[in-house]
């Protein structure tokens, strides 16, 4: 009989994971403002420089780099999020869609309102949005390679 659920060793790595990404998420949001913007402007002149070498003189802004992060990371926690319902039901992880939403929900929420306790910092629903889509496409991408994998393990 095949089980249903992960292993638990499976499932323990997922969650830690899961839960180091919402501390990173966290830690980032508690920064205060200078020294968030040194930050971004040091990716930001990283993402040039690999930009220039591939040949592309894009103009990259500060905005834009804060804002890609923030969605990159709440990617990888939707992401994240999919394989802790994936560990609980290995068969229909569409079944926790529901719950993987709103944790990822309540995860950009919690992110924007630490934002507004640090100096120089402001929470904006319009991150929430922002930060809530990118849940939305790490849980559609994982349901995606989920389905993808199950179609492969029946052909072999």
Excluded: W
């Excluded at 980032?28 to 402007?41: F, L």
């Amino acid at each position: 009989m095949k089980r249903k659920s992960a292993s638990l060793r499976f499932r323990i790595i997922i969650f830690m994971l899961t839960a180091c990404m919402i501390a990173f998420a966290f830690i980032h949001s508690s920064m205060p403002a200078d020294i968030s913007a040194e930050e971004s402007e040091n990716v930001m002149v990283f993402l040039q420089k690999i930009l220039l070498s591939f040949g592309f003189n894009a103009e990259l802004t500060d905005h834009i780099v804060r804002k890609s992060a923030h969605f990159a990371e709440f990617t990888a926690i939707g992401m994240l999020l999919t394989s802790c319902a994936y560990s609980f039901d290995r068969i229909k992880p569409y079944k926790y869609y529901s719950q993987v939403l709103f944790s990822g929900l309540a995860v950009a929420v919690l992110d924007e309102t630490i934002q507004l306790n640090v100096i120089g910092r402001a929470g904006l629903i319009t991150d929430v949005l922002l930060d809530f889509s990118g849940v939305i496409t790490g849980a559609l991408i994982m349901f995606f390679i989920f389905s993808l994998y199950k179609r492969i393990r029946k052909i072999m």
